[in-house]
Nanobody, 124 residues
Framework: QVQLVESGGALVQAGGSLRLSCAAS????????MGWFRQAPGKERAFVAAINWNGGSTYYADSVKGRFTISRDNAKNTLYLQMNSLKPEDTAVYYCAATRNFDRYYYAPAYSYWGQGTQVTCSS
């Protein structure tokens, strides 16, 4: 089992920045690739970003590329999502998730463990 707890969500104005954190406990954090997904009201959960076990490979949804940065600190068992130039359409609940199957990093069902989510609201 891997337990994941997100934090850092907040209300922010358009153009602002936030950094989300995801603290992991349980099994060895560095054994897992990690991802961030988001779900806006009335929409399906969508891929945001993913990172492999050592941070050497990262992937982003086109909608956040150049604005968001995913990173991890295996010594601290923590995943991060730095979000810059936020837009109202970034408003959603953000979830971190863990997977042993990085080949399908964009596919939510490939992730075995999920956090409870943190709310990000961007006002215009």
């Amino acid at each position: 089992q891997v337990q994941l707890v997100e934090s850092g969500g907040a209300l922010v104005q358009a153009g602002g920045s936030l950094r989300l954190s995801c603290a992991a406990s349980g099994r060895t954090f560095s054994n897992y690739a990690m991802g961030w997904f988001r779900q806006a009201p009335g929409k399906e959960r969508a891929f945001v970003a993913a990172i492999n076990w050592n941070g050497g490979s990262t992937y982003y949804a086109d909608s956040v590329k150049g604005r968001f940065t995913i990173s991890r600190d295996n010594a601290k068992n923590t995943l991060y999502l730095q979000m810059n130039s936020l837009k109202p359409e970034d408003t959603a609940v953000y979830y971190c998730a863990a997977t042993r199957n990085f080949d399908r990093y964009y596919y939510a069902p490939a992730y075995s463990y999920w956090g409870q989510g943190t709310q990000v609201t961007c006002s215009s």
